[in-house]
């Protein structure tokens, strides 16, 4: 591999980016410094984090940036769970953000253990 940009959990990372941006308009104006920001930099977190590891020198450097993706992940997760119970979300438009973060959370994991059992 050449790139990270070839990663296929980065650009599965990239497509949320730009999902959670498009659904976190809607939020009420007094998150936009709150909730929304939050989210939107976790969401930016993890292919950031994914691309970052990619570039480093060892291979020990880049599962620790994976593993730091997953926390921005998990955080997300979180937060989205949050919105939702805040009736920020429509449960429909929740469900497809959340199944999303879960393919990359399965897909980070999966990474992750084919790295480390190198």
Do not use: H
């Amino acid at each position: 591999m050449k790139t990270y940009t070839e990663l296929f959990v980065w650009q599965k990372s990239m497509e949320l980016v730009t999902v959670v941006y498009r659904e976190t308009r809607n939020f009420p104006k007094e998150e936009i410094y709150g909730l929304t920001s939050q989210i939107r930099r976790c969401a930016v977190s993890i292919p950031s984090n994914i691309a970052e590891g990619f570039g480093r020198q060892s291979q020990q450097d880049f599962i620790r940036f994976l593993k730091i993706s997953m926390g921005s992940l998990f955080e997300l997760q979180t937060q989205l769970r949050i919105a939702k119970n805040l009736e920020y979300f429509e449960e429909g438009k929740f469900n497809t953000v959340f199944e999303e973060t879960r393919e990359i959370e399965r897909m980070l994991s999966a990474f992750i253990q084919s790295i480390t059992d190198k």
